[in-house]
């Protein structure tokens, strides 16, 4: 087994300018092949709401959900940083909920700590949670919990005001203290601005390649979502087209009677079917009865 991802693991990868690998994931055995491909931290998003449940945002998603994945997710990873997300009104209605809730990804699922989306209006929510000693990543520039504020899933920071506003957030929520911090698309230069005045690491999804570390949700690099592709997508795998092949292959097999093949089959034991065929001559069949009516 692989040595166990932990902070200090973290920031000394961060410290020697090697990249951090995260991915998200819902499920144990997608977890199994994250943990043998060693990513370094596994984050259990409330996007699991959309790739997985079908709904068109992340906001039916609630706590109870969000544990059952997490306690999958790390029975797949042992060694993996597992995170937490907060998923919607479970921190932003008092730091009270917020500590309860974090704390049960901690003691229900065995997470190393939580992610929560927002600036600087919820550092006494990162503070209150880090002092319960639980571990939080900040969630900046796209916030898909906000989609009704931002008016879609559109890239942030894009002017310099803007910008401006996510780089202070930054620094405020590391100041609160945050271990590490998630930038979700906003140009490659604030990316860059954030990671060049961070002291934790930064962690891009769509926040270009200057920062310490990329996460893709792993249904869209695997090509198994297709109900849209972000731009900071890069597919690669085609799940559906593999998936949807082997559907109509065993349809196909089915209606031609290729499927099941002998190979599929139970064989009887050694001289029990002789055996079987003299007990069933001798109890006569419903339809024999019938007929002699
Ligand atoms: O839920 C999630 O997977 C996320 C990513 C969009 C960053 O928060």
Known sequence: MREKVTIPYLLDKRARGEP???????????????????????????????????????????????IGHAQAVRRGAPGAFLIGDMPYLSYQVSVEEAVRNAGRFMREAACDGVKLEGGRAFAPVVRALTAAGIPVMGHLGLTPQSLAMLGGFRAQGRDAAAAARVVEDAAVLEEAGAFAILLEAVPPEVGREVT????????????????????????????????????????????????????????????????????HCYPMKQGELEKLHELLAASPSPQKEEKRK
């Open 196 to 263: 060049r005045r961070a002291g934790i690491p930064i962690i891009s999804i769509g926040a270009g390649p200057h920062c310490d570390g990329q996460l893709l949700i792993v249904h869209d690099m695997l090509g198994f979502f297709e109900a849209f592709t972000p731009r900071f997508v890069k597919k690669y795998a085609d799940l559906n087209g593999l998936i949807l092949e082997a559907f109509r292959a065993y349809l196909e097999d089915v209606r031609q009677g290729r499927f099941p093949g002998p190979e």
């Open 20 to 66: 951090i690998t995260m991915l998200t994931c819902y499920d144990y055995p997608m977890a199994l092949l994250q943990e043998k491909a060693q990513i370094d931290i596994i984050l259990v998003g409330d996007s699991v709401g959309m790739t997985v449940y079908g709904y068109p945002s992340t906001l039916p998603v609630t706590m109870d959900m969000m």
